[in-house]
């Protein structure tokens, strides 16, 4: 191998079409240059690990410049293994040989032809490997003196190195050196593009990669001259060097930056094996470096955690106050990310004093320095995969993740809204129905053997002690099960779509349990609510910004409910402020709402409903324009009745017990209370709530002045990718027209007091 001479092409190279002059100024322009190079070029193929050989250059190169520690044995032994490095020997020789004598032997005139010359030696290789290449023969070149002290070639390196040893601690050839191992680290890098990234080299880089192996080749050569270059001609160098590093390094951070987003989202959506992983990609942090409070990288692992992301650092003191509840009870752990809203992702002090502020008043987690801590991967993977799908409006969302720290709810803020936490948690995974095996069993066996008790009557004793053993043995199965699920749900969280899943799958109609939330769900109506329930009784909930409606329907309802001797309940359970303390002041019927928050949750509870339902629907392909699901079309009706640009005057629904009836618009509710008469002989067969709800449903469909009423509004957030192309008036029927409307609710999820 020691022989081994350079392989050049078989193919015919074109020679230079030009002859220098001898002075340096004279020396080829960019664009001749240019083609010069190009014209060395005829790459086939051939690779080597490129990495290798780059990585024992830089580390002869760093000290020998004084950069880099002082040279042991394992650092020169690292000359011995370049040369004999796989089948690059005679390559990486032949061309060491030739720069250590163009620089001894030549003048300061031809340096652009020397570089020529090494380009032409190198043409089957591309240009990356051409760059790694010259550094090499560069390195052995100045430490070649050092070791193999015998023959005519090894004479000339020594000699070289000698040459070099007097003038390579100089600074002008120290930075031009420096900067040419950064472009050729810079340059190597950027080819070695991950497979699975979405980054492609522009042409920009490409075209620009011949010009930056030339500019390599000639400051090697320039710094390989005796006597040493002139520093104003190496300084030139460096400059031009550093011009085009800058190019490949611009490029190489935007390559880094989209390798840094695809490794996030391959362990966000596919593949992680734990949360201390995905938290290396989402944080700046280092091993050992606290991320908030005294809790570290690897100390999160076996614990649930979900994470509130805001949009800057809007988030209400309404939902801080839910949110405190669900952080203080819930078997889960809330980290608060704000995710800063400008361009570059910087903090104004606005923002640190807004950060500062709500923090303190707040009970879960947050970074102990956010604005330092979140990667800007992770900020590009908020706005573009999360925001945009799983935001209501500027709301607030929370990513559940699993213990390797995959997402598997994108959103559960609706979920937690819901259904409280404890139902969420409990009873997820279980063992179900097989307690009754044995009874079932025992049945069938003495059912069989009916025939033949009189001559066997010992057969219902055997039966016994079979039915017995079975019993025995389920019941170690199912224990053994139960510790497995136990084991399990420890590992898992309930937090998933699934979960969501299962919990809708538990509510088959649009019941007022539903809406108001009881049994496992959360609880926002007092003792008072509750107890109307429990008996059966017929509730009238209600709203309006029309405080005159509100008199007459309630006035009366109060009056045929006295004249037909039937306990009827009113509640308010409206928005408007000023009515809610007006009904307060004149004793016209139970406010069921007492303070700003039951109403904020109250109204938050239905719209969060009302999208995750839409969620459920379409992931069990319900959802569409005919979608006749009873549940959402409560949903939008009551919604729509309390919506921001709903003029309406008022509404009621009237439910017995939790059973809803009757949800309508209430120029139809009075309309049906004055029409007593009418329909009050059907009481006595079908009762008061069935024989209200048929002529109620009688108006819908007959009488037209009716359904000329007072605009309601039902919204859609634009993130929402189900919003239907034709909605419908659920009062009328008409197709309702579409508006894009901008709210800014200046840092308030709802209106919860409106006056």
């Known amino acids: 191998m020691a022989n081994q001479t350079l392989l050049l092409s078989r193919r015919i190279i074109p020679q230079p079409t030009i002859t220098l002059s001898s002075p340096r100024s004279q020396v080829p322009d960019e664009s001749i240059i240019r083609e010069q190079v190009l014209s060395t070029h005829n790459y086939d193929g051939r690779k080597f690990n490129t990495n290798v050989i780059l990585s024992i250059a830089e580390n002869i190169l760093s000290v020998k410049m004084g950069i880099g520690e002082e040279a042991g044995v394992e650092k020169l032994n690292q000359l011995e293994e370049l040369i004999n490095y796989e089948n690059l020997p005679s390559h990486i020789r032949q061309l060491s040989f030739e720069i250590a004598s163009a620089g001894l032997n030549s003048s300061l005139n031809n340096e652009h032809s020397t570089t020529i010359h090494i380009l032409r030696m190198l043409c089957s290789y591309d240009w990356e ?48 050196i420096s900067c040419v191992l950064r472009l050729t680290k810079c340059v190597v890098e950027l080819k070695q593009t991950m497979p699975s990234s979405n980054y492609s080299t522009p042409q920009s880089i490409i075209s620009a990669l011949p010009i930056a192996t030339y500019r390599i080749g000639r400051s090697v050569v320039a710094t390989s001259y005796s006597p040493p270059p002139n520093d104003e001609l190496i300084e030139e160098l460096t400059t031009s060097t550093a011009t085009i590093l800058h190019t490949f390094s611009s490029e190489l951070e935007k ?48 614990t ?27 078997n889960t752990r809330l ?37 330092k801590m979140i990667s800007p991967q992770f900020i590009r993977f908020v706005k573009e995969q999360l925001f945009p799908y799983f935001q209501m409006g500027g709301e607030p969302i929370i990513v559940s993740l699993d213990q390797q720290g995959r997402i598997v709810h994108p959103n559960i803020m609706h979920m937690i809204q819901i259904w409280a936490y404890k139902y969420i948690e409990e009873n997820t995974l279980g063992v179900q129905g097989i307690y009754n095996i044995t009874a079932l069993v025992e049945k069938e066996l003495k059912k069989g053997t009916s025939s033949i008790n009189r001559e066997i009557p010992e057969i219902k004793d055997m039966i016994s002690v079979l039915v017995g053993d079975i019993n025995q043995k389920i019941v170690a199965w199912t224990q053994d099960i139960e510790k497995r699920i136990q084991n399990l749900r420890e590992q898992s969280t309930p937090y998933d779509k699934e979960r969501e899943k299962f919990l809708w799958q538990q509510e088959p109609n649009c019941s007022l349990d539903l809406v108001v939330g009881r049994y496992g769900r959360n609880v926002h109506l007092d003792y008072v609510m ?36 039937l306990k ?30 039951s109403i904020w949750r109250f109204w938050t509870r239905l719209q969060s409903m009302f999208l995750s339902r839409i969620y459920y629907l379409d992931e069990i392909n319900h959802f569409g324009e005919e979608c006749n699901d009873e549940i959402l079309h409560g949903l939008k009706k009551l919604l729509a009745y309390e919506g921001k640009n709903t003029i309406i005057e008022g509404w009621a629904v009237l439910s017995k017990g939790k059973k809803m009836v009757v949800c309508g618009h209430g120029a139809k509710i009075l309309q049906v209370i004055n029409d007593y008469e009418i329909w009050k002989e059907n009481i006595a067969t079908k009762g008061f709530d069935e024989a209200f709800k048929d ?7 007959s009488s037209s002045s009716l359904k000329r009423h007072s605009c309601c509004a039902l919204e859609y957030s634009t993130t929402l990718n189900k919003i239907p192309e034709n909605e419908k008036c659920s009062e009328c029927s008409y197709r309702m027209h579409k508006f894009v409307t901008f709210t800014c609710c200046h840092g308030h999820d709802i209106d919860s007091d409106e006056d």
């Open 568 to 597: 009827v309940e009113l509640a308010y359970v409206g928005k408007n402020k000023m009515i809610r303390s007006i009904i307060d002041k004149e004793n016209m019927s139970y406010c069921a709402l007492k303070s700003s928050y």
């Open 304 to 330: 649930r955690l979900v994470l509130l992301i805001t949009q800057g650092h809007h988030i209400s003191e309404l939902r801080i106050q839910f949110l405190n509840f669900f952080a203080r009870h819930a």
């Open 335 to 371: 980290l608060w990310i704000p995710i800063a809203q400008n361009n570059d992702a910087s903090w104004t002090t606005e923002d640190e004093q807004q950060f500062k502020k709500l923090s303190s008043k707040t009970r879960f987690y947050w970074l102990n320095d956010p604005q």
């Open 530 to 565: 509750q107890n109307w329930f429990d008996r059966e009784d017929y509730i009238f909930l209600y709203g309006g910004n029309d405080i005159n409606w509100v008199r007459e329907f309630t006035s009366k309802l109060h009056r045929l409910a006295s004249k037909i001797q």
């Open 255 to 302: 390559k880094r930056a989209e390798e840094s987003y695809e490794a996030l989202k391959r362990a966000l959506y596919y593949n992680s094996s734990s949360k201390s992983e995905v938290f290396r990609l989402m944080f700046n942090v280092k091993d050992g470096e606290m991320l908030f409070e005294d809790k570290g990288l690897n100390d999160w692992n076996s």
């Open 695 to 701: 002529h109620h449903e009688m108006l819908t469909s």
């Open 129 to 176: 490997d051409k760059m790694v290449l010259i550094l090499a023969a560069f390195s052995i070149n100045i430490i070649y003196g050092q070791l193999y002290c015998s023959g005519h070639g090894n004479i000339i390196r020594q000699a070289m190195a000698q040459k070099l040893e007097l003038h390579l601690n100089q600074k002008p050839v120290v930075d031009c």
